[in-house]
């Protein structure tokens, strides 16, 4: 792998650093600029808990706003391994390209693997991807995964690659949202749940969500995991959302964005109430961060 602009501490790697932002969609908050993939970089398997990132290049912000942007290109595809799941608990990590900005070989660059926690109860988290890092998959290892049982699934993965974008150009990403437990697509309804990010920076949800099961019952005030959007469509801090029309009453839920990806909900009331016959369904259209 090699770095092409390091941060060494002349003036002319700094100044390239510099013309590297100029092109660069500025985040909004100081001097900072968005990461992005240019090209390739995209996560496969090998054997049993190993991946590889194929060739490619990116643009990596610095870890402050006024250091620029580091250019990063991938000559030779990087090999890695995924540690082996617990024993009963799930969790996600992240395959990202890390900028060690300081390293005595100035500005080296390797593919890391950011590992997730495991929750005392209830769904797993993704990791947070640190400063001059580029995030280039999400993959969960479910519960007692080993190279002994086939590794890691690539139904599993999640390619969280942002794109490139240039000055005056917003990103444009879409996709279907990751369904968690019994959520499903409800039967009917048109188009699986989705999420865009618009140009204008806005991220909406469509579609409406079903449960595999016929009778789904709610304590009004507890969170249910539904469903996981890319971190890198998240809010940067957990927002809370009213849906539409929902449920078998006709009412609405509140939905909990949080920062790592994970979209749960909960129902009003002052009582448990039970949805039969599949008529549970959760509506996601128009709901927007």
């Not at 090699?2 to 003036?11: D, K, N, S, Y």
């Not at 988290?125 to 999400?138: K, R």
């Not at 749940?193 to 304590?219: A, F, M, N, Q, W």
């Amino acid at each position: 792998m090699t770095i092409i602009t390091t941060g060494a501490v002349t003036l002319a790697a700094d100044a390239h650093r510099q013309q590297t932002a100029l092109g660069l969609a500025p985040t909004g908050t100081g001097l900072a600029v968005r990461s992005g993939v240019h090209t390739g970089l995209t996560v496969g398997k090998t054997a049993g808990m190993g991946f590889q990132v194929a060739l490619g290049r990116a643009v990596i912000a610095a870890s402050t706003g006024d250091g620029g942007a580091y250019v990063a290109t991938v000559t030779v595809a990087e090999n890695g391994t995924f540690e082996v799941g617990d024993a009963s608990r799930d969790r996600i990590d992240i395959v990202a390209l890390k900028v060690d900005e300081a390293a005595s070989t100035p500005n080296a660059v390797s593919v890391v693997v950011l590992k997730g926690a495991y929750p005392a109860s209830g769904q797993p988290v993704a990791p947070v991807i640190p400063a001059a890092h580029i995030g280039l998959a999400q993959v969960k290892i479910i519960a007692g995964t080993s190279a002994g049982n086939g590794g890691w699934s690539t139904a599993n993965r999640t390619d969280i690659r942002p794109p490139m974008v240039l000055a005056n150009q917003a990103p444009s990403i879409s996709g279907e949202v990751e369904l968690i437990g019994i959520y499903t697509r409800k039967a009917g309804a048109t188009g699986a749940p989705s999420y865009k990010l618009s140009t204008d920076g806005e991220v909406r949800l469509s579609g409406v969500i079903g449960s595999t099961t016929t009778s789904v019952t709610h304590v009004p005030g507890q969170k249910y995991p539904a469903f996981r959007v890319p971190v890198n469509v998240a809010p940067p801090a957990q927002r809370l959302i009213l849906t539409g029309t929902d449920l078998a009453s006709g009412g609405p839920a509140l939905l909990y964005v949080n920062t790592d990806g994970l979209v749960e909900y909960s129902t009003y009331g002052s009582a448990p109430t039970t949805s039969t016959d599949s008529k549970f369904f959760l509506t996601l259209d128009n709901v927007t961060w």
